[in-house]
């Protein structure tokens, strides 16, 4: 299995965000994911199909760090049963 430690740069200009990726800590939990407001609804989407869309409600905390404006990703192994396995 192979980990992936992401690091982001993050534009805090007051922008249009619809549409956009941003930087956003939904419960506590940080989230790259894209801003979809439709004028009644909020929804953070991941560009991955195989996650579902968040909807935030009036119970959630969320709080929008910026838009995305780079990430870097790094690939390293997992290792498992004391031998180092690549994926």
């Known amino acids: 299995r192979i980990l992936i430690d992401r690091k982001a740069a993050f534009n805090k200009s007051d922008l249009e965000l619809n549409g956009k990726l941003?930087?956003?800590i939904i419960d506590g939990e940080s989230y790259v994911k894209r801003l979809k407001y439709d004028g009644k609804n909020l929804f953070f989407m991941s560009d991955?199909?195989?996650y579902k869309p968040i909807k935030i409600?009036?119970?959630q905390y969320y709080q929008i760090w910026g838009?995305?404006?780079f990430l870097l990703r790094e690939a390293r192994y997992l290792i498992q049963n004391k031998k180092?396995?690549?994926l």
Do not use: A, H
């Open 84 to 86: 180092e396995k690549k």
């Open 57 to 59: 409600d009036e119970q």
């Open 48 to 50: 991955n199909p195989f």
């Open 67 to 69: 838009l995305v404006t």
């Open 22 to 24: 941003v930087g956003v």
